[in-house]
């Protein structure tokens, strides 16, 4: 019964996410869900958190590995401010308070993949001081993790998530089983890779909101140049806690599913565990507190381990590395640089441009995450500051819809990225004011646009769109548009009677036989006019 539930479920959370975000109460009358997130975000930086290898793009296994990495004795680490100043910006986008000092911990645990059988982090950061004003004793001063607080807004859901606390810490190797070898392989190119793990309160309801937190995250550390949040890469990863109560009751017991790589996994985890915890406490079962892998084939969770709790990782200082400490000054140095956000980005394309939400969206997601420059670096320009030029004293909503269906759309046929390109803002600009002017119609302009695609590399930058329209013969002519007309008229000579008839819809196709005679040329509005009164004229 549980797993027909968990099908039947799946299906449902293919639906739009208005109509299931609306409707989640009602997937489980009487119960309520409580979920809060880790997301555990690779840093955009060319070299790691503590040592000077650089990081890896898919290069060969264990390539990318100082002695540091692979956890050789006497080896010490040294802390990349890059990553520091990375986790600042996130910070500030998430409305954190970035703490003064702060310190890093050992979390201990042994598996194949952590060479040092620790792991670099921030959790406690404990850190012993003599109190002078109480004589003989010791106080334990608290230092936070990098930042604490902060809250990220959901806008669909309008669900404001409170923050727990952003943290660095290092990423572990890559463990691959092989089948064919019988045994498991590590690439330590991963490890030591600099992480942001932010936690989330528990402050989501539901699936969808879950997969809203993730999605709304992800466009902003990309945003910020943080991290590329490249999920299917494995640079972004989330472990999401999830507890199940009666309507009213005290919090259930969480379980932690770990690893999810997918929004949608995501989604379809939370579910299988929502009805999994339902199933127990409806057979008058406890739900024991553990940590779960997900199956994605058969979309239900699995136990890994019973769940470990701080004193079970022996968390202790790290001795070789001092306390972090970030001046206000420094803080504000890091604001300075910071891009524009999502949001303010999407409202201010809609309130100065007039653009649809779904237009803004379109542009802010073109090659989203592919141009994120290294350790904060400027990126190429994207598709937004492209249209802002463009759009520079013309119709932003005409410019928006050269850009969104035609020029996105030969990129998408060719698979390239916007940086790829090759109609200046300069051309497209020249070609919509042709376009206005009525010197060339609409379909020329999709062929020019199509052609300047199809040139061959080494061809050279576009200088002259005027001058291509008449290298190619696409410039707009009305001079023989009634011998096209009758053309027209005696090639469809039965869809001519129609139209005396009285039929109108058929009209287009012998518009369409004008166009295809014209090459193009032909101003189709003119030729639909024309047509029009020589057709009804006749009669």
Same mark, same amino acid.
């Given at each position: 019964?549980?797993?027909?539930?968990?099908?039947?479920?799946?299906?449902?959370?293919?639906?739009?996410?208005?109509?299931?975000?609306?409707?989640?109460?009602?997937?489980?009358?009487?119960?309520?869900?409580?979920?809060?997130?880790?997301?555990?975000?690779?840093?955009?930086?060319?070299?790691?958190?503590?040592?000077?290898?650089?990081?890896?793009?898919?290069?060969?296994?264990?390539?990318?590995?100082?002695?540091?990495?692979?956890?050789?004795?006497?080896?010490? #680490?040294?802390?990349?401010?890059?990553?520091?100043?990375?986790?600042?910006?996130?910070?500030?986008?998430?409305?954190?308070?970035?703490?003064?000092?702060?310190?890093?911990?050992?979390?201990?645990?042994?598996?194949?993949?952590?060479?040092?059988?620790?792991?670099?982090?921030?959790?406690?950061?404990?850190? #012993?001081?003599?109190?002078?004003?109480?004589?003989?004793?010791?106080?334990?001063?608290?230092?936070?993790?990098?930042?604490?607080?902060?809250?990220?807004?959901?806008?669909?859901?309008?669900?404001?998530?409170?923050?727990?606390?952003?943290?660095?810490?290092?990423?572990?190797?890559?463990?691959?089983?092989?089948?064919?070898?019988?045994?498991?392989?590590?690439?330590?190119?991963?490890?030591?890779?600099?992480?942001?793990?932010?936690?989330?309160?528990?402050?989501?309801?539901?699936?969808?909101?879950?997969?809203?937190?993730?999605?709304?995250?992800?466009?902003?550390?990309?945003?910020?140049?943080?991290?590329?949040?490249?999920?299917?890469?494995?640079?972004?990863?989330?472990?999401?806690?999830?507890?199940?109560?009666?309507?009213?009751?005290?919090?259930?017991?969480?379980?932690?599913?770990?690893?999810?790589?997918?929004?949608?996994?995501?989604?379809?985890?939370?579910?299988?565990?929502?009805?999994?915890?339902?199933?127990?406490?409806?057979?008058?079962?406890?739900?024991?507190?553990?940590?779960?892998?997900?199956?994605?084939?058969?979309?239900?969770?699995?136990?890994?381990?019973?769940?470990?709790?701080?004193?079970?990782?022996?968390?202790?200082?790290?001795?070789?590395?001092?306390?972090?400490?970030?001046?206000?000054?420094?803080?504000?140095?890091?604001?300075?640089?910071?891009?524009?956000?999502?949001?303010?980005?999407?409202?201010?394309?809609?309130?100065?441009?007039?653009?649809?939400?779904?237009?803004?969206?379109?542009?802010?997601?073109?090659?989203?995450?592919?141009?994120?420059?290294?350790?904060?670096?400027?990126?190429?320009?994207?598709?937004?500051?492209?249209?802002?030029?463009?759009?520079?004293?013309?119709?932003?909503?005409?410019?928006?819809?050269?850009?969104?269906?035609?020029?996105?759309?030969?990129?998408?046929?060719?698979?390239?990225?916007?940086?790829?390109?090759?109609?200046?803002?300069?051309?497209?600009?020249?070609?919509?004011?042709?376009?206005?002017?009525?010197?060339?119609?609409?379909?020329?302009?999709?062929?020019?646009?199509?052609?300047?695609?199809?040139? #061959? #590399?080494?061809?050279?930058?576009?200088?002259?769109?005027?001058?291509?329209?008449?290298?190619?013969?696409?410039?707009?002519?009305?001079?023989?548009?009634?011998?096209?007309?009758?053309?027209?008229?005696?090639?469809?000579?039965?869809?001519?009677?129609?139209?005396?008839?009285?039929?109108?819809?058929?009209?287009?196709?012998?518009?369409?036989?004008?166009?295809?005679?014209?090459?193009?040329?032909?101003?189709?509005?003119?030729?639909?006019?024309?047509?029009?009164?020589?057709?009804?004229?006749?009669?």
């Amino acid at each position: 019964m549980y797993r027909r539930l968990c099908v039947l479920q799946t299906r449902v959370s293919k639906r739009s996410y208005a109509s299931t975000s609306a409707s989640h109460l009602d997937k489980w009358p009487g119960w309520e869900t409580v979920i809060g997130i880790e997301v555990h975000a690779q840093i955009k930086s060319r070299q790691k958190l503590f040592s000077e290898s650089l990081n890896s793009n898919d290069e060969p296994p264990n390539t990318h590995v100082s002695l540091f990495d692979a956890a050789f004795p006497g080896t010490l #680490p040294r802390l990349n401010k890059y990553c520091v100043d990375l986790a600042i910006r996130t910070a500030l986008a998430l409305n954190s308070t970035v703490q003064p000092k702060s310190a890093f911990d050992r979390k201990h645990y042994f598996y194949r993949d952590l060479p040092s059988g620790y792991q670099i982090t921030q959790n406690y950061g404990t850190e #012993p001081k003599s109190d002078s004003s109480v004589l003989g004793t010791q106080v334990v001063i608290i230092t936070a993790p990098l930042a604490t607080g902060g809250f990220l807004y959901l806008d669909k859901a309008q669900r404001r998530v409170g923050l727990k606390q952003i943290q660095l810490e290092q990423d572990t190797a890559k463990s691959t089983y092989e089948q064919s070898l019988g045994a498991t392989q590590i690439d330590l190119n991963r490890a030591g890779a600099g992480l942001m793990e932010i936690v989330s309160q528990p402050d989501m309801r539901s699936p969808e909101e879950a997969a809203a937190y993730v999605r709304t995250l992800q466009a902003l550390l990309r945003s910020v140049g943080a991290s590329d949040g490249n999920m299917e890469q494995g640079s972004l990863r989330c472990d999401v806690n999830v507890s199940v109560n009666r309507a009213g009751e005290p919090f259930g017991t969480r379980c932690e599913i770990k690893n999810l790589n997918s929004i949608k996994a995501v989604q379809v985890a939370i579910t299988s565990e929502v009805y999994r915890h339902i199933d127990l406490i409806e057979r008058g079962l406890s739900v024991p507190q553990e940590t779960r892998g997900f199956d994605e084939e058969r979309a239900e969770t699995f136990k890994l381990r019973s769940k470990e709790d701080a004193p079970d990782y022996r968390y202790m200082p790290d001795p070789n590395l001092p306390p972090v400490l970030i001046t206000e000054a420094h803080v504000d140095k890091v604001r300075q640089t910071m891009p524009e956000l999502p949001t303010a980005l999407s409202t201010r394309l809609q309130n100065d441009y007039g653009l649809t939400e779904r237009q803004a969206e379109v542009l802010m997601s073109v090659d989203s995450g592919v141009n994120i420059g290294y350790d904060g670096e400027v990126a190429p320009p994207g598709a937004v500051p492209y249209f802002e030029e463009v759009a520079r004293g013309r119709d932003p909503k005409v410019v928006v819809n050269w850009i969104t269906q035609e020029l996105l759309a030969q990129l998408s046929r060719l698979d390239e990225p916007f940086s790829t390109n090759p109609i200046p803002p300069s051309a497209l600009g020249e070609l919509i004011d042709l376009l206005q002017a009525g010197k060339i119609t609409g379909t020329s302009a999709k062929t020019l646009i199509r052609h300047i695609f199809n040139s #061959p #590399p080494g061809t050279g930058p576009l200088s002259s769109v005027s001058k291509l329209v008449d290298d190619l013969g696409l410039r707009a002519t009305s001079a023989d548009l009634q011998s096209l007309c009758e053309q027209a008229i005696s090639l469809l000579s039965e869809e001519a009677d129609l139209v005396r008839k009285g039929n109108e819809k058929v009209l287009m196709k012998i518009v369409g036989q004008v166009m295809k005679l014209s090459k193009g040329t032909a101003d189709g509005k003119a030729a639909r006019a024309l047509l029009h009164k020589m057709l009804k004229t006749e009669d």
